[in-house]
């Protein structure tokens, strides 16, 4: 099976990358690193010479262009060669009347499958950033029917993909995503039983076909963007 490189060092030395043509799920809590992990796949994709696609349903581009120069990321220069599109839907929102957001909003209720309509047919790699903004008043039902065609038409395309989904969102709604994905890697913030510090960790929760670390890798945000900073074994 062929994979797309990660751009963490520590995930693609041990996985090998994310399987071509997968969906994998990224969940978190607020500051655990999902959108820096996003744009750090969606570079490496680049950086692979893959089509690539960010879409963002909370920032802009700006806010993304800010965050990566920040790590030293010229995504820029990635946009402008073509590799790299953003999608916003934010401001797409933003853009729209009080009485259309209304409306808008009830319609694409759920309608991840809108998400993919302005994929050029090139794309090869996407990152969908993310769904929890489109799971309010959903049922467990309706999430899983949604989300299950939204993962159906991205293998269809043959698209490599990670969906992120905030862990604000139900907590029932990332258990059932789980079941649809091809892969899920749970970002997190905890305590160290050991040292009693706040730390970094990430839990690959499941990847086919793919040899993965059976306890929490241990990481951190810095200059760099995500870096591993602990080595562990691993499964099947």
Same mark, same amino acid.
């Given at each position: 099976?062929?994979?797309?490189?990660?751009?963490? $060092?520590?995930?693609?030395?041990?996985?090998?990358?994310?399987?071509?043509?997968?969906?994998?799920?990224?969940?978190?809590?607020?500051?655990?690193?999902?959108?820096?992990?996003?744009?750090?796949?969606?570079?490496?994709?680049?950086?692979?010479?893959? +089509?690539?696609?960010? %879409?963002?349903?909370?920032?802009?581009?700006?806010?993304?262009?800010?965050?990566?120069?920040?790590?030293?990321?010229?995504? $820029?220069?990635?946009?402008?060669?073509?590799?790299?599109? %953003?999608?916003?839907?934010?401001?797409?929102?933003?853009?729209?009347?009080?009485?259309?957001?209304?409306?808008?909003?009830?319609?694409? +209720?759920?309608?991840?499958?809108?998400?993919?309509?302005?994929?050029?047919?090139?794309?090869?790699?996407?990152?969908?950033?993310?769904?929890?903004?489109?799971?309010?008043?959903?049922?467990?039902?309706?999430?899983?029917?949604?989300?299950?065609?939204?993962?159906?038409?991205? $293998?269809?395309?043959?698209?490599?993909?990670?969906? %992120?989904?905030?862990?604000?969102?139900? +907590?029932?709604?990332?258990?059932?995503?789980?079941?649809?994905?091809?892969?899920?890697?749970?970002?997190?913030?905890?305590?160290?039983?050991?040292?009693?510090?706040?730390?970094?960790?990430?839990?690959?929760?499941?990847?086919?076909?793919? $040899?993965?670390?059976?306890?929490?890798?241990?990481?951190?945000?810095?200059?760099?963007?995500?870096?591993?900073?602990?080595?562990?074994?691993?499964?099947?």
């Amino acid at each position: 099976m062929e994979r797309i490189k990660t751009g963490l $060092k520590g995930i693609d030395h041990f996985t090998g990358g994310l399987p071509q043509g997968k969906t994998v799920l990224i969940t978190g809590n607020a500051g655990s690193g999902k959108t820096i992990f996003g744009l750090q796949f969606a570079l490496s994709s680049c950086r692979q010479n893959l +089509k690539t696609v960010y %879409i963002t349903t909370e920032e802009d581009s700006k806010d993304l262009y800010t965050q990566g120069t920040s790590f030293g990321w010229d995504i $820029k220069s990635f946009t402008e060669n073509g590799l790299l599109s %953003i999608i916003e839907l934010a401001g797409i929102r933003a853009r729209v009347t009080e009485a259309e957001i209304s409306i808008d909003a009830e319609a694409m +209720k759920g309608n991840f499958s809108s998400f993919l309509k302005d994929l050029p047919e090139d794309t090869e790699a996407v990152v969908i950033d993310n769904i929890g903004s489109y799971t309010a008043k959903l049922t467990p039902y309706e999430f899983r029917d949604r989300f299950d065609l939204l993962i159906y038409e991205l $293998k269809q395309r043959n698209i490599t993909s990670l969906v %992120i989904l905030d862990s604000a969102t139900s +907590k029932e709604f990332n258990e059932i995503a789980l079941f649809s994905v091809y892969g899920a890697i749970k970002l997190m913030k905890r305590e160290n039983p050991y040292t009693g510090r706040r730390e970094r960790v990430m839990d690959f929760v499941k990847m086919r076909s793919t $040899k993965i670390p059976t306890q929490f890798l241990t990481y951190e945000i810095n200059e760099n963007g995500i870096q591993i900073i602990s080595s562990v074994e691993g499964k099947d």
